[in-house]
C-alpha cells in the first residue's frame, strides 16, 4: 500500500512535442503528489505537486493531472524541450504530520533536438 | 547561499570498512533524511530526523547508522555490515512542520566497493 507505480521507465520525445509520465497509488491516505526533476549527477529538485482537491495544476509548460477515483496523478510536458531531458520521480506523502515521501522508480526522458 | 551540502562527492570502500558521507545545511530546517538511489529504482528512505539528538529508521536502515548532534549536520556511516553499498547517497533537509512538505536536497555522494 506504500507503493507509488510509475511508468514509462524511459521515454524518448522529439523537440516540440508532450511528454507524458505516469504514476498509480494504492494508500487513500495520500494526499500530496509532487513530481522531482533530477539532472544526472545532481540531486532531485522539486518541480510541482498537487493536492487531491484540484484536478489539474498548471505551471508553465509542466502540468499535473489528478484522478482521484482511478488513484492515477500524471505530469506532461508540453512543448518539450532538450534541456527537459532528465530523471522524473513522482511520489507521494500524507500531509497531516510529519510527511514521508514514497518515490516511484523514476523515468528517464530525453528530449531529442 | 543557502543550501545542502554533501560530501565527498564520490568515495571509495574497501572490504570491512565503515565509511562516514557528510551532510551540512544552512537553511535552517528542523528535519533532515538520508535517501539511497539505485540505478532504475526509486529514492530509498535510509533514516530520517525531525530534531536535533532524534532519529528513526526508513525503510532501508539495516548496515547504516546516522547522528544528529547538531541542527545543521546529519552524518550517515555506511558501515561493513551493508554489504551491498553501491550506490547514490542523497541527503535532504524540509522545515518539518507538516505544512511544507517540499524537500531540499544536496548533489550527491556516489559510494563504490574497491
Known amino acids: 500500500q506504500q507503493q507509488v507505480k510509475q511508468s514509462p521507465q524511459s521515454l524518448i520525445v522529439q523537440k516540440g512535442g508532450i511528454s507524458i509520465i505516469n504514476c498509480a497509488y494504492e494508500n487513500t491516505a495520500f494526499d500530496y503528489f509532487p513530481w522531482y526533476q533530477q539532472f544526472p549527477g545532481k540531486g532531485p529538485a522539486l518541480l510541482i505537486a498537487i493536492r487531491p482537491d484540484v484536478s489539474e495544476k498548471k505551471e508553465g509548460r509542466f502540468t499535473i493531472s489528478f484522478n482521484k477515483s482511478a488513484k492515477q496523478f500524471s505530469l506532461h510536458i508540453m512543448d518539450s524541450q532538450p534541456g527537459d531531458s532528465a530523471t522524473y520521480f513522482c511520489?507521494?506523502?500524507?500531509?497531516?504530520?510529519?510527511?514521508?515521501?514514497?518515490f516511484g522508480t523514476g523515468t528517464r526522458l530525453l528530449v531529442s533536438p | 547561499d543557502g543550501g545542502i551540502t554533501q560530501s565527498p562527492k564520490y568515495l571509495f570502500r574497501k572490504e570491512g570498512q565503515n565509511v562516514t558521507l557528510s551532510c551540512e545545511q544552512n537553511l535552517n530546517h528542523d528535519a533532515m533524511y538520508w535517501y539511497r538511489q539505485d540505478p532504475g529504482q526509486g529514492l530509498r528512505l535510509i533514516y530520517y530526523?525531525?530534531?536535533?539528538?532524534?532519529?528513526q529508521k526508513g525503510d532501508i536502515a539495516e548496515g547504516y547508522s546516522v547522528s544528529r548532534e547538531k541542527k545543521e549536520s546529519f552524518p550517515l556511516t555506511v558501515t561493513s555490515a551493508q554489504k551491498n553499498p553501491t550506490a547514490f547517497y542523497l541527503c535532504a533537509s524540509s522545515m518539518g512542520t507538516g505544512s511544507n512538505e517540499k524537500l531540499f536536497f544536496g548533489s550527491g555522494t556516489q559510494l563504490s566497493v574497491l
Open positions: 530526523s525531525q530534531i536535533v539528538n532524534d532519529f
Open positions: 511520489a507521494a506523502s500524507r500531509r497531516m504530520g510529519f510527511q514521508k515521501l514514497v
